[in-house]
Structures are given as C-alpha cells and as structure tokens.
C-alpha cells in the first residue's frame, strides 16, 4: 500500500480547487478505470477528488433540440432514462451495452469521455452525434475533443460538467463487442443530423474516428448496399491477440452495415 488521501467533493467548484491546489491530485467518478490503473501502480496521485455522487453532475434533460447529460450520470441512468429513449434512443442502447451490470452501475458518462479509451462505446456517439463537451472552463466540439488514444483536449485541472447532444433525426449504433469486457472490437454509430450524415468509428483504430469516405456515400444513398466498396484506411488499425488489422477492418464494414440497417428502421 501507499498513502494517498481520499476527498469527497463537496461541488465542482471544490473538485476544481483541489485539483488547482494539488498538482498530482487525480479526479474519482465511478472508479471503474481509475481503480485497476491504482491497483497496477501506473498511476500514484496523491490525492483522490471523488466527485462520484455529486448532485450538480447527475442531471439528464432535453431541451431546445438538445440532449444533455451531466458527467457523472452512471451508464445504467443513461441506458433506462425516458428521456434518453425519448431524445436518442440508439445512446440509450449504446450505454445499455456498455461493459455488465456491475460497470454500469458504477461507471459514468464523464469518466469514459475524459478517459477516452480507444475500445470504448461513448466516444463514438460524442463524435457522431457532434456532441459538445462542456467543462468548468470552457464548451469543447467533439470534432476538437478527441485526440487518439486515451488523449483528449482537456488540461490539467479541467472537470468535464456534461455532455450536450444536438438531438437527430436518426442515428443507430451497432458493435462487435470483446466476449470478456464488453468494449468494442469495432462499433459504428451513423447518425442523420442537422448539419448531415456523421459516420464515428470506434475500437478499430488508435482512437475514435469520423470516417469521412462512408460520411461522403450516405449523403447520396441511404440504401442497404450504400457503403458497399467505401474507401476504408486501416493502415493504423489495431492489430493484437483479439482481432488483427484486417478483421477489424472487416468488422467496421459489417457493423456500418448494421447500424445503416437499424437507421433505416427508426425514426
Ligand atoms: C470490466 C470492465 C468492462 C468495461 N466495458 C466497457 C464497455 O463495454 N464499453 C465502454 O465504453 N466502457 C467499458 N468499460 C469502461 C467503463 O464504462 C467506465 O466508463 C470507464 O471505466 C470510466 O468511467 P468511470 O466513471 O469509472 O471513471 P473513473 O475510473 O473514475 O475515471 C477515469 C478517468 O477519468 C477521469 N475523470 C472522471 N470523471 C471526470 C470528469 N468529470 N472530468 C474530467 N476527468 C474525469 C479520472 O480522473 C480518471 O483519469 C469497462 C470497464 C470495466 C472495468
């Protein structure tokens, strides 16, 4: 064991003071990362901010067009929420098959978007949905936020406060998840927006990705076969013991093909 101190936050605003105070201090949501990553010595803050059950960061509601979620909603709220279903059903399914019931009861949406783990489902409807990402200092566009693998746009000291989703028209979300964990050996959420079609790929490559070339087709074709034969780079794939390059490679194929066949079934 070493020593480290343990502090409930009493708001945000303290959360951010201690981590502007204690240079190594490290925020605690669901615990779910943190606590392995503790475990293994690959982190040794000396402080944890636990800002975990804090009311301020629990909200959910939808309004003016937009879905916001507050960054210490658990998974399970975000999956059984009327309000989710209502606004963004396919984020409703997506948290709903994120990890098992134990990680969804404790993990939360902040913690998987500040976390930002290549294999992981959030990222890919924050990126195609062009979610915006709102912390105490400033509004972060999804399009800005995410930076490869486990490297976001946040600094040091920078609290993630919710998540603010333009609601669709449509979107649809379909994945090849890892038989133990869950997380995405490849996932594909497609969705209709204002601003035209969004295509997020997740788990495939070093980090979530907009891929552009399928962006491109579905804006002529939403038909079954349009993605058929779409340039898809998988030079920079993930390739390891669970899948190699090339069957991930495939794997996004099938699950846009998927997800495009679920869009065409929703509203
Ligand atoms: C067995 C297992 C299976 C899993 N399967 C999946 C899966 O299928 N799909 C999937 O997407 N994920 C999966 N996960 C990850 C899980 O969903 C959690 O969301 C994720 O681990 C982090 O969320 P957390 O709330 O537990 O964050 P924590 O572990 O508490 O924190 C993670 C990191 O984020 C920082 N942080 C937390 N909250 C904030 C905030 N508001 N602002 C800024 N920084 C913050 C922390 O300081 C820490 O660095 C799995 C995890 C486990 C253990």
């Known amino acids: 064991m070493y020593t480290l101190n343990y502090v409930k936050a009493k708001s945000v605003k303290q959360a951010a003071e201690l981590l502007s105070k204690h240079s190594e201090a490290k925020l605690l949501a669901g615990g779910m990362t ?30 003016g067009g937009k879905l916001v979620i507050g960054a210490g ?11 989710v279903k209502k606004a963004i059903p396919a984020l409703a399914g997506l948290a709903s098959a994120i990890g098992d019931p134990q990680v969804r009861n404790r993990g939360t949406i902040g913690g998987s978007v500040a976390n930002n783990d290549p294999a992981a489902d959030y990222p890919a409807a924050v990126l195609g949905l062009g979610a915006t990402v709102v912390t105490t200092k400033r509004a972060i566009a999804a399009d800005d936020y995410f930076q490869g ?3 976001t746009a946040l600094e040091e000291g920078e609290i993630i406060v919710r998540i603010e ?3 669709p028209k449509r979107a649809a979300y379909s994945k090849f998840h ?3 964990s869950g997380y995405a050996m490849a996932g594909v959420f497609i969705a209709q927006t204002a601003a035209g079609v969004r295509v997020a790929v997740t788990g495939a490559g070093p980090g979530v990705f907009r891929w552009k070339a399928a962006e491109a087709a579905l804006a002529k074709s939403s038909k079954p076969d349009a993605l058929e034969g779409v340039k898809l780079d998988s030079r920079e794939f993930n390739s390891d013991i669970h899948a190699d390059r090339e069957y991930r490679a495939n794997l996004v194929r099938v699950m846009a093909k998927r997800a495009l066949a679920k869009l065409a079934g929703k509203k």
């Open 165 to 167: 989703f333009p609601v």
């Open 34 to 63: 943190l606590l392995p990553t503790l475990k293994q010595r690959l982190a040794r803050p000396t402080h944890l901010v636990d800002i975990g059950d804090l009311a301020e960061l629990q909200k959910i509601e939808a309004k």
């Open 178 to 180: 890892h038989p133990a």
């Open 149 to 151: 693998m486990f490297t």
């Open 73 to 83: 909603v658990k998974h399970h709220d975000v999956a059984t929420s009327a309000v």
